[in-house]
């Protein structure tokens, strides 16, 4: 039998899935690694770390049949930055989207209007997350780094680098940097010249359906895969998740809750927000996505297990049960609205729709009769208020959608999926789809090795689809509530740097 590798290369750990031709799963494996930060500004990770959770994940799956591996196609993090020397070895670590320390370059071209051309051109939204921001940070706060640097790639293309020997960057994952111009489909001219960095710096750009040839024998042999086996591009996390949910058609919107979250849409051209507010980058095949991701999803729930839950996420592991399963049972016996209590989920800064680096989290509300279950109630609603001011901007620019699918880890609740419906006040479809973003890889290979035509092919592999209808006594309450949110969000806006350079003075040093 024929066997195909979707791998995803996400923040906290890399997922490899292995299917057959028709979608079918025979094997699962996931890789976790840690987030350096040092400070809260800080966001980084070992490269080298992220290439062995690779080999291994790659080597686990391909243990669990006995076949031939037709070819492995990549789902990864966006706007990572590595520096690398004339050798091709590492100066840095994998900066990643969530490090904040280039903000005051991203704030400045935001204030003198440079930041909004800059999206105009590239499609990236003016924010430290983005490659050429955190070019300007090292240039001018980290020149020895600067100055040695041969090449600047991001994860994707190191970990290609290390099984082949060969840089290259697929369309979308360029887009994603800040230095490729979506209009004329080549490395912006006015983004170099602002970074300092040539052509000759940057990886070859390729299709998604791209195939990397001549991988080192070394891992051909640990691994357990034909010298000649290919590796196809693939695309963004955020592109192939939108894929693996089954978001493909028009008007067909999907979020993703993971670590971070997104609200998304294909569309078949580039489409810029004059507001700056929503994402635009290539997929493949004349489809574009547009959308907002968010930095807090379920990262913010992880806190709340951590910080506000211990005894309990101890006693829940005594007990064999999941901590969230127990999060998640606590926070349904508290009221839709959490009796007046709002959370903005801003622990890490935030990108959609405020692209505002320095954003903090805060509860608004509280009063004696509120505790413990109504802080994480109030939380799990916050990352869904959130995700739903920007499905509001996407509604500007692409018009009302006319079908909501969901996936992620949060889809594994029944009380985010209705918590989801009501809020959004839209029916929303979870597919039982597993690993979207795998799927979404899985699929690229299958175009690419003329399996399948085109992007629609993932209809056959997402199965069986449930839908959650808004609960019109639910939804009342936070159409109520919303509001609210929305503009205590824009009040407390104006104190957000103020907050966030008194922590910083407080904070160790790198």
């Known amino acids: 039998m024929d066997y195909l590798i979707g791998i995803d290369v996400g923040t906290t750990s890399t997922k490899a899935v292995i299917y057959d031709k028709k979608g079918k799963i025979y094997g699962y494996a996931n890789k976790l690694y840690p987030l350096i930060q040092e400070n809260s500004d800080m966001a980084e ?21 006995d076949g031939k591996i037709l070819g492995v196609s990549w789902s990864t993090q966006q706007h990572s930055l590595i520096a690398l020397d004339q050798d091709h070895k590492p100066l840095t670590n994998a900066i990643t989207w969530a490090d904040n320390r280039s903000e005051k370059y991203a704030s400045a071209m935001d204030k003198d209007g440079s930041g909004l051309e800059l999206y105009k051109r590239t499609g990236l939204p003016n924010h430290p997350m983005g490659p050429v921001y955190k070019i300007l940070w090292l240039k001018n706060e980290r020149p020895d780094i600067y100055k040695q640097t041969r090449y600047w790639v991001g994860l994707k293309e190191y970990l290609i680098y ?27 001219e006015e983004s170099l010249k602002l970074t300092g960095v040539t052509r000759d710096q940057l990886p070859e750009l390729v299709e998604a359906t791209y ?24 695309g963004t996390d955020g592109a192939l998740s939108g894929i693996g949910s089954g978001a493909i058609g028009d008007g067909e919107v999907s979020v993703t809750i993971g670590t971070s979250g997104v609200v998304r849409t294909f569309v078949d051209k580039p489409q810029i927000d004059p507001k700056g507010r929503i994402y635009c980058y290539p997929v493949m095949d004349g489809k574009w996505i547009i959308g907002g991701p968010v930095n807090n999803g379920g990262i913010v729930f992880r806190w709340v297990r951590d910080n506000l839950f211990a005894p309990e996420k101890a006693l829940a592991k005594e007990m064999g049960e999941d901590p969230y399963d127990l999060l998640t049972k606590i926070a349904s ?18 990108r959609a729709p ?10 608004f509300g509280l009063t004696r009769q509120h ?3 109504h802080m994480v109630r109030a939380a799990l609603e916050g990352i869904v208020y959130n995700l739903y001011t920007v499905e509001l901007a996407l509604k500007e620019a692409a018009g009302e959608p006319k079908k909501v699918m969901a996936s992620g880890g949060f889809a594994r609740s029944p009380l985010w999926r209705q918590m989801l419906a009501d809020i959004f006040e839209e029916p929303v479809t979870i597919a039982e789809s597993f ?19 085109n992007l629609s092919v993932v ?34 806006e104006s104190e957000y740097t103020a907050i966030a350079e008194y922590q910083r003075k407080r904070e160790p040093k790198e």
């Open 371 to 373: 505790n413990r279950s």
């Open 45 to 65: 990770e070992d490269p080298d770390v992220i290439f062995d959770a690779t080999v291994a994940a790659l080597k686990e799956v391909t243990g669990k049949v």
């Open 459 to 492: 209809k056959n592999f997402i199965g069986k689809t449930n839908t959650y209808q808004p609960n019109p006594e639910t939804y009342a309450n936070y159409r109520e509530i919303m509001p609210i949110y929305i503009r205590l969000g824009r009040k407390l």
């Open 211 to 234: 195939q990397v040839k001549g991988l080192k024998p070394e891992y051909a042999k640990e691994i357990g895969f034909d010298a000649d086996m290919p590796f196809i591009m693939g």
């Open 435 to 453: 690993e979207a973003g795998c799927l979404g890889a899985m699929v690229i290979a299958q175009i690419s090795l003329g399996l399948a035509d």
């Open 162 to 188: 290390r099984y082949f020997g060969q840089l290259k960057e697929e369309y979308g994952m360029a887009a994603a940097t800040g230095l490729f111009n979506i209009h004329t489909m080549d490395w912006d």
């Open 333 to 350: 016996k508290v009221p839709a609205g959490s009796d007046g209590l709002i959370f903005h989920p801003f622990l890490g800064g935030e």
């Open 354 to 363: 405020i692209w505002d680096g320095n954003a903090r989290a805060s509860f």
